[in-house]
């Protein structure tokens, strides 16, 4: 009987441990890219569906769209007597989400009825004077954020000739400024609704109007392709 028995060569070790680490290489880049894919298709759900659903219910009960203003807001008897301290940054998201989830709404918004895993946040560490009705006695300014905890961008047609200031969870550049998305011909997609726009995964607005298909923002509506 033969007893001798071969073992692995240092070659060989090395060839095995070689190919586990290029096996270990693309499991990492297929999860993180999965993983990348899951936070587009929740912000894409939350801007082209959730939340225009829940505008439109509260259109639909109001007779007027929500607010992008505190003082909008504070024409309204329910909402008396309520302001932002300080507030100069993501008030369009915050008054939008107030008027989502107030008491007086009868389908109002709730963590749960969101797709993302964190859907409320406080990006300018704004404060109410008062908890506004629906928040649980909560003092912050929260807003509704995207998959990469950047507030949502809501513009009103009444306002889409305004400047919206916006205050992101980026660690860089903290604050930047939003205007309402035109078409070529100059006149403004959604004008007689509302546009919501997420800044996407790099937390700029971006804008190519040679190809659309290079912005990484997640809107309401879609881009105009440019004329061949």
């Not at 240092?10 to 993180?32: H, N, P, Q, Y």
């Not at 659903?53 to 504070?74: C, T």
């Not at 928040?135 to 507030?151: C, H, Q, R, T, V």
């Amino acid at each position: 009987m033969n007893r001798h028995v071969r073992g692995f060569t240092l070659i060989e070790i090395l060839v095995v441990v070689s190919i586990l680490g290029v096996l270990m290489a693309l499991v990492s880049v297929l999860v993180i890219r999965a993983g990348a894919h899951k936070q587009r298709m929740q912000t894409e759900q939350l801007v082209t569906a959730f939340v225009p659903q829940a505008i439109m219910r509260y259109q639909q009960e109001f007779k007027r769209l929500p607010p992008m203003s505190v003082k909008e807001l504070n024409g309204i008897s329910s909402y008396k007597g309520l302001a932002i301290t300080d507030n100069s940054t993501n008030e369009c998201n915050e008054a939008l989400l107030v008027a989502l989830r107030h008491g007086d709404f009868s389908t109002p918004l709730g963590e749960n009825d969101l797709p993302t895993e964190d859907p409320f946040g406080n990006t300018d560490e704004d404060m109410w004077n008062q908890a506004p009705n629906g928040f649980g006695g909560d003092p912050n300014a929260l807003e509704i954020l995207d998959s990469w905890g950047n507030p949502i961008i809501y513009i009103h047609k009444n306002q889409y000739n305004e400047v919206v200031r916006i205050v992101r969870s980026h660690p860089d550049v903290m604050e930047i400024e939003v205007e309402a998305r035109k078409r070529d011909d100059d006149t403004y997609y959604n004008p007689t609704s509302f546009q919501l726009i997420s800044l996407g995964e790099n937390g700029v607005l971006d804008i190519d109007e040679d190809d659309p298909d290079l912005v990484d923002d997640i809107m309401n509506f879609t881009l105009q392709k440019p004329e061949e």
